[in-house]
């Protein structure tokens, strides 16, 4: 199933909204030319990975986007040292709790952001439109269902209050 | 109250620079700033949101706006950028005058009574920098200065919770979120009656010896800070350092102030997990305060080692465009790796150097099929120039290398590179020298000079590609291979056929041979299988006059060299992934209906033949296997032994004289005619 750019937009103006009454910390990037598809929505937290001898606490920054070719969200992130060198693929697998059976490539790989043009790791979106159709047809948000349902795969919760936006 | 007054101490910040603002600060270097050295004021931020072991200042590309637009929970910190051009610049300035002139802008704040009525600007960092931006190394220190001398004492601290309740906790933190943002890292919480928060200029009047101290006993000292329940934040110090200033009635004097601290609680903002500090001030004389001769401006970060030193941000992989490619390129072998071929041994083939006899349509080709497995030195040797015929056809050239006349080898490494800069690749313009192309005195040293450049270059290299548009010249390369034992790949077209094959490598070691080969199968260890002239000796004539092999003038459908180069390339790989490389035995079928190739001794990507026979005809291929021909000109041990002893001096007996071949290795029927090749061709009902 694909959603269109509306929806999508719609979708997370909603969430933004909600997130703001919240006290959550999604942020909201649109540009000022306010071009299509070029709207996008990002939350930056702390993770404290058990496997990661290198630091206590590292930052990952999550994005959620509308990817053209899908015609579904995407959701990608990074996570950087202090000092503002990427995390590779496999140390974030890591400080994610990946573990080499699954099937890593397949699922999280490093992708071109499609707005910042630059390397993240991103939750393939080949599946996505069949998890949409399967599972949230009837949800009158479809980003939050499906945020919901993946998010937790790379430590992004999201709040049971955004429920209601379903 | 205890009486053991210890000195207070502070969580000092750690930097964490989010990879947005070395690109920001890139770009504003190569557009904006370019070689201006002055400071630059930029922004931090810091929350006091749920609390870190480790409290930091962020830094990303919205730390360059005009204006400050912190997200949700986040604080100013006013930064200094100050750039320095070259890395000894860096190396030789003066800490201790940077950190002390950014000590000056805070002192003046202070003494003008600015940050009375903005707080915030109490909050100062500096990070020093320089970039190298042809290498993508980013040298950077931070400091966060403080004055050394203001030294208050540990009284005792507590939970908040001990002195507030819960209903004056909800009032005091919605009220703090209502504060502006520039207040809220500074600020008073007035305990007389109904509990609120006020701005410090509120109660406190820069420079006001007047104010009671009376007056201020119902007002608890406050600041947004965020990490370890044992002790508060840097900020505190500057904080200190205003209030002796203005206050100077509260030297020596017990005060109490609250580490400000949010934490989350569901969608709720609470404000319990700040802690009330005991402190005794310093018993300092506001005159004293900045002018005493003990009083240092200090504050750099320690680095990574944790000593004091700079830092080195190494963004190359993230941001060099190079490197972005290379990166890109790996991943895709990765993923095939992952989903299709777990054993495949991808390093194997990237560390494999090749090397290119030939930069024509299959030069081309080969080369492009290499870049896409991951291989990344490829040399090309040639010595033609790009003619205007070649680009449709030889898919690394273009129209404008056809009118500088360039030279192909050079101009298909330097397009190659083009494609992808993360390749090395060189050329090198030489003529292969030829049986049957007599070396008169004139050439003798060009000559010399060719081959021995050709002995190094192969060498140099682990898989040698014969590539090139005539027999002749395959012979020295497959002679000087079959001496050095590398491993070769041999590609011939015809008008719509072709050859692919790997060369014997000669070698003692004992084959191992798949011991249950079925009575239609025969095999090959890698050791014994033949050369290109060893096959060429029993290959056929063909009857179609059109349809020759490997000659110069040979005109091909277009398609032949892309087949032809793609399966040269996956040959070579399916050799190189093979345990026992060239030395892989080569399976073939006796019977036309046994399709079943053994599946033994094959490697992760399939069997490996010896050679490919293609007909575009029929769109068929065929798979022979054939053992080095004793009396092969190129292969044989007696050719190989000769030219192993008399090296070049032989080579020329054989330019001159190509019947000489015929006698070292008694054979009688190597050139029939000198000026016309020999047709090579075959065609599938002979080959099997
Ligand atoms: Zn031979």
């Known amino acids: 199933m694909q959603i269109t750019w509306e929806t999508f937009k719609r979708c997370i103006e909603e969430f933004q909204d909600l997130s703001n009454e919240l006290n959550d910390t999604w942020i909201i990037h649109k540009p000022e030319t306010e071009e299509n598809f070029t709207t996008y929505l990002t939350k930056k937290q702390f993770i404290t990975p058990k496997n990661f001898e290198e630091e206590s606490s590292i930052p990952v920054e999550y994005h959620v986007m509308y990817s053209i070719s899908y015609g579904t969200p995407i959701l990608c992130l990074n996570s950087w040292r202090n000092d503002g060198t990427l995390l590779t693929m496999e140390e974030l697998w890591k400080c994610l709790n990946f573990t080499e059976d699954e099937d890593m490539y397949s699922t999280l790989t490093q992708m071109d952001h499609p707005i910042l043009q630059r390397p993240f790791l991103t939750l393939h979106p080949c599946r996505t439109g069949e998890i949409l159709e399967n599972m949230f047809k009837d949800s009158r948000n479809i980003i939050v269902s499906w945020l919901s349902l993946v998010g937790p795969i790379v430590k992004l919760d999201v709040d049971l209050n955004y429920m209601k936006l379903t | ?688």
């Open chain 2, 1 to 688: 109250m205890s009486d053991t007054q210890s000195p207070l101490q502070f969580v000092p910040f750690s930097s964490c620079i989010n990879p947005s603002f070395w690109h920001k600060f890139t770009q504003l270097k190569l557009d904006v700033l370019k070689l201006d050295e002055s400071t630059a004021k930029i922004w931090g931020y810091y929350t006091n949101l749920d609390s870190q072991m480790k409290p930091i200042i962020e830094v990303d590309s919205t730390s360059f706006n005009n204006y400050y637009n912190g997200s949700k929970f986040y604080l100013p910190y006013h930064g200094l950028l100050i750039n320095k051009n070259t890395i000894e610049e860096f190396k030789e300035c003066d800490k201790k005058n940077i950190i002390k002139e950014a000590g000056d802008i805070l002192e003046n704040d202070i003494k003008t009574g600015r940050a009375l009525k903005d707080p915030a600007l109490l909050n100062l960092f500096l990070i020093l920098s320089y970039a190298d931006l042809k290498k993508y190394n980013f040298y950077y220190w931070f400091a966060f200065p403080v004055l050394n001398s203001i030294k208050p004492s540990y009284i005792n601290s507590y939970s908040i919770t001990k002195i507030y309740k819960e209903d004056e906790l909800i009032r005091l933190c919605k009220q703090y979120l209502d504060l502006d943002v520039n207040n809220r890292s500074y600020f008073l919480i007035e305990t007389k009656g109904d509990i609120q928060i006020l701005n410090l200029d509120s109660q406190i009047c820069p420079n006001n010896f007047s104010k009671n101290g009376n007056e201020l006993d119902c007002i608890i000292f406050a600041f947004s800070d965020s990490t370890l329940q044992s002790h508060p934040g840097w900020q505190l110090r500057n904080f200190i350092l205003l209030i002796l200033y203005h206050c100077p009635y509260l030297a020596g004097k017990i005060l109490n102030f609250i580490s400000f601290r949010l934490n989350r609680k569901g969608s709720e903002i609470k404000c319990d997990n700040s802690i009330v500090w005991e402190i005794k001030l310093p018993d300092i004389d506001k005159i004293d305060i900045f002018s005493n001769t003990n009083s240092t401006w200090v504050g750099f970060e320690a680095n990574e080692r944790d000593k004091m030193g700079p830092r080195l941000a190494k963004m190359k992989d993230s941001m060099s465009p190079t490197s972005l490619a290379e990166a890109s390129v790996d991943l895709n072998l990765k993923l095939m790796k992952w989903r299709l071929l777990p054993d495949v041994n991808l390093d194997k083939i990237k560390s494999s150097k090749c090397l290119l006899l030939g930069a024509g349509t299959l030069g081309c080709a080969v080369a492009r099929n290499l870049l896409a497995w991951g291989v990344r030195t490829i040399t090309f040797v040639d010595n033609g120039t790009v003619s205007y015929s070649n680009p449709v056809r030889q898919n690394l050239f273009t129209f404008e290398d056809c009118i500088g006349n360039k030279q192909k080898a050079t101009t298909a490494a330097e397009n190659l590179s083009k494609i992808f800069p993360g390749v090395t690749s060189g050329g090198h313009n030489l003529t292969i020298p030829m049986p049957g192309h007599p070396v008169g005195e004139s050439l003798l040293a060009q000559t010399k000079e060719a081959y021995e450049k050709l002995v190094k270059l192969i060498s140099e290299h682990d898989v040698i590609f014969l590539l090139m548009d005539s027999r002749e010249s395959r012979w020295l390369p497959t002679l000087i291979c079959a001496s050095l034992k590398k491993m070769t790949i041999n590609a011939a077209l015809g008008f719509d056929t072709y050859l692919i094959m790997r060369h014997g490598v000669n070698t003692d070691k004992a084959c191992e041979v798949a011991p249950n080969i079925s009575k239609h199968l025969k095999c090959v260890p890698g050791n014994k299988l033949g050369c290109y002239f060893c096959n060429d000796i029993t290959a056929p004539g063909d009857s179609l006059k059109d349809r020759t092999l490997d000659q110069q003038c040979t005109v091909t459908r277009p398609g032949v060299s892309n087949i032809a180069a793609a399966l040269a390339v996956e040959l070579a790989i399916s050799v190189i992934q093979h345990e026992q490389g060239p030395l892989a035995p080569a399976f073939y079928t006796l019977s036309k209906f046994e399709q079943d190739v053994s599946r033994e001794n094959e490697c992760n990507l399939g069997i490996i033949p010896h050679s490919i026979r293609g007909f575009l005809s029929m769109f068929n291929h065929v798979l022979p296997a054939t053992e080095r021909y004793n009396q092969c000109i190129a292969c044989s041990d007696a050719v190989v032994k000769l030219y192993e002893e008399k090296t070049f001096e032989f080579l020329l007996e054989v330019f001159q004289k190509p019947s000489y071949l015929e006698e070292v290795t008694g054979l009688s029927k190597m050139y029939t005619n000198c000026g016309e090749l020999e047709d090579l061709d075959f065609n599938e009902e002979d080959s099997s």
